[in-house]
């Protein structure tokens, strides 16, 4: 079945050091999502992403989809303790219907 | 504010009870979604409703059930068939059948079940 699968599982950073967590998809997707999760609370979305190669800035956050819409990534800027989170992508296949997948998460700890 | 909110937050559960988490929302959202959070394993969908009286399995139905008797409601209940409930369980709904590119799904704050 559909996969997406995220890499590192955990990262700890020193503040001010860049992040950078990766979604792969085992199959092509249409579109992908982006969300943040804070310890203890809920996912909030973040960003979707539809064309091949497309990239996206939210402030310090810089999300890219890939040429073949197969993976995607997120890379953080200079972290900051605000940072501190589960960061999950979320795609959608061509071929499974309405169903986004969600990757297995990316927790980022930032160390004053 | 319009949300969706989830009760309870904490719920303990014996073994071989059946219990019922509640997913309200006032988004007047047509879609309406459960999902199972374990550690390592992100998101993973139980069930889901694009419309009232009706409803659809995702990936890991077994030992769960749903109702959608309104748009406003869709409460899940985790049966004794369940083997492993112990989980953070999450509800979310989106306007449409997709999640809107410019917010996504809506997450309510979640219920999370333990089992005693």
């Known amino acids: 079945g559909q996969q997406v699968m995220q890499i590192p599982q955990y990262q700890h950073v020193q503040e001010g050091e860049d992040f950078t967590t990766y979604c792969n998809s085992s199959?092509?997707?249409?579109?992908i999502q982006w969300y943040k999760q804070r310890p203890g609370g809920h996912p909030v979305f973040l960003i979707q992403l539809v064309k091949s190669g497309e990239v996206k800035k939210q402030k310090r956050l810089t999300f890219q989809f890939g040429e073949a819409k197969k993976n995607s990534s997120l890379h953080i800027t200079a972290t900051q303790t605000t940072d501190v989170g589960t960061y999950f992508c979320a795609g959608l296949a061509r071929n499974t219907g309405n169903q986004f997948y969600f990757g297995t998460g990316t927790s980022l700890t930032v160390i004053p | 504010d319009g949300g969706i909110t989830q009760s309870p937050k904490y719920l303990f559960r014996k073994e071989g009870q059946n219990v019922t988490l509640s997913c309200e929302q006032n988004l007047n959202h047509d879609a309406m979604y459960w999902y199972r959070q374990d550690p390592g394993q992100g998101l993973r969908l139980i069930y889901y409703s694009q419309i009232v009286n009706d409803f659809q399995k995702g990936d890991i139905a077994e030992g769960y059930s749903v109702s959608r008797e309104k748009k406003e409601s869709f409460p899940l209940t985790v049966t004794s068939a369940q083997k492993n409930p112990t989980a953070f369980y999450l509800c979310a709904s989106t306007r449409g059948h997709l999640p809107p590119a410019n917010y996504g799904y809506t997450f309510g704050s979640g219920t999370r079940l333990t089992v005693v």
């Open positions: 199959t092509t997707l249409s579109n």
